[in-house]
């Protein structure tokens, strides 16, 4: 212990003990009674709205002292040595802990490095007080775990300014705790609900083409996040065509996916009961325009293929131009109508002729601005190649996309 320690300047003088065994002259009988009575009473007065503090001394003055400096103000409990401290921390879990450094049978430093090793005492804050000045005992200290050293002597309003600042940031801290908690509980939640939405979107994709021998098929529909505002039918028309279309919704997430999940149930509701694009188009936007927030844009492309694919009838807004291969001729099918807003009036609908159907294409616009695989005009070009699209989507399979991709590739069979 040191000889002299001083407060303040309304503080008493501890004068320099004799030469004793502190656990004999410290840790007398009627100091320990004196301990176990200030404990009992604080746990009977225990105040919910003030923070528990826990003291460790070995010496009954420096007790006192600290008795009358901060039990008004906190849940103040006390414990005579580090063996002690350990045992109430344990129990009451404090707030803060405050100890002295040289103390019989453990010392403050040591009691911390316990206490660290405990989960629920990872973040307690642990003010040290000591007469070591040295550099490299309050390094030691500090790679512990101690959020603050006070040397000996000290000044009252220094300590107390000192516990309220750990204090607050140990409240600040357990509150960003809660909240990050919380958000995270909710994103898991979100996330969840997400995937089920998916499940659910990929359940409104019909391909009634599958093990049609007319055709051989390739489809790939990716998101870039949980949900996707890209979909996607082929439907088998009444006259024994097909309906194939690809619809990319404006934007990411919740929104889009449920516009093109929209707009694909009302596809499927009304192909089977006519006979053209043309006459899908009036029933198709009355469903569609409601299903659009304002300033929302979806683009599209829709192809009716007759029943001996000489003819293709399209409608085509805001997607990069599908490719037609008829014959050697390869088509690029530019836009014939805007993207879909919900004031759209009416759409328009073009016919190919293709006397030697070959090949369909159809991509949305992930395809082709991913800035790892810039694909231009010649590139997709080369994608009418089967061989050179599979490879590519292999890629795709395994890359982070950057936007939603879908890609429909139609090859008719000898």
């Known amino acids: ?52 503090l826990l003291y460790v001394e070995d010496n009954a003055d420096l007790r006192e002292y600290m008795h009358d400096l901060l039990s008004g103000a906190f ?17 009451l879990q404090p707030d803060l802990v405050i100890s002295d450094q040289m103390m019989p049978r453990m010392k403050g430093s040591q009691m911390l490095q316990e206490l660290r090793t405990e989960k629920r005492f990872e973040q307690t804050p642990f003010i040290l007080l000591t007469a070591e000045g040295r550099r490299e005992s309050r390094l030691a200290g500090l790679q512990l775990g101690v959020d603050d050293y006070i040397n000996k002597p000290f000044d009252e309003a220094e300590l107390l300014a000192r516990i309220h ?29 997400q995937k089920s939405a998916r499940q659910k979107q990929l359940s409104g994709q019909t391909n009634e083409l599958e093990g049609d021998e007319r055709f051989d098929l390739q489809l790939f529909c990716r998101s870039s996040d949980i949900l996707c505002g890209d979909s996607y039918s082929l439907h088998k028309t009444r006259d024994g065509g097909a309906l194939i279309y690809v619809i990319d919704g404006m934007g990411h997430g919740i929104l889009p996916s449920l516009t093109v999940f929209a707009v694909a149930a009302s596809i499927r509701r009304h192909v089977g009961q006519v006979d053209s694009l043309v006459e899908l188009m009036p029933p198709f936007l009355e469903a569609v325009r409601p299903a659009l927030a304002e300033e929302e844009q979806l683009s599209y492309a829709l192809f009716w293929l007759s029943p001996d694919l000489k003819n293709i009838d399209y409608a085509i807004g805001g997607l990069y131009p599908p490719l037609v291969q008829d014959g050697t001729q390869i088509h690029h099918l530019k836009a014939n109508n805007f993207p879909l807003m919900n004031f759209t009036p009416q759409l328009s609908v073009s016919t190919l002729p293709t006397p030697d ?8 616009d992930g395809l082709v601005e991913d800035s790892v695989f810039e694909m231009g005009h010649s590139q997709i070009e080369e994608m009418l190649d089967r061989p050179k699209l599979d490879r590519l ?13 879908t890609v429909i590739h139609l090859l008719k069979r000898p």
């Open 357 to 364: 159907f070959k090949k369909l294409l159809i991509y949305t």
């Open 165 to 193: 600042n750990l204090l607050s940031a140990r409240r600040n801290a357990t509150a960003l705790a809660q909240a990050v908690g919380e958000l995270e509980a909710i994103n898991h939640h979100l996330t969840e609900e």
């Open 1 to 52: 212990k040191e000889a002299v320690v001083k407060f303040g300047s309304s503080s008493p003088q501890i004068a320099q003990p004799a030469t004793h065994d502190p656990i004999e002259e410290e840790t007398t009988q009627e100091a320990l009674t004196k301990v176990t009575a200030w404990n009992t009473s604080a746990k009977e007065q225990l105040d919910p709205d003030k923070s528990t």
């Open 75 to 91: 849940n103040l409990f006390f414990a005579v040595d580090g063996v002690d401290g350990l045992e109430k921390a344990r129990e």
């Open 393 to 405: 989507l292999a890629q795709m399979e395994n890359h982070q996309l950057e936007d939603d991709v």
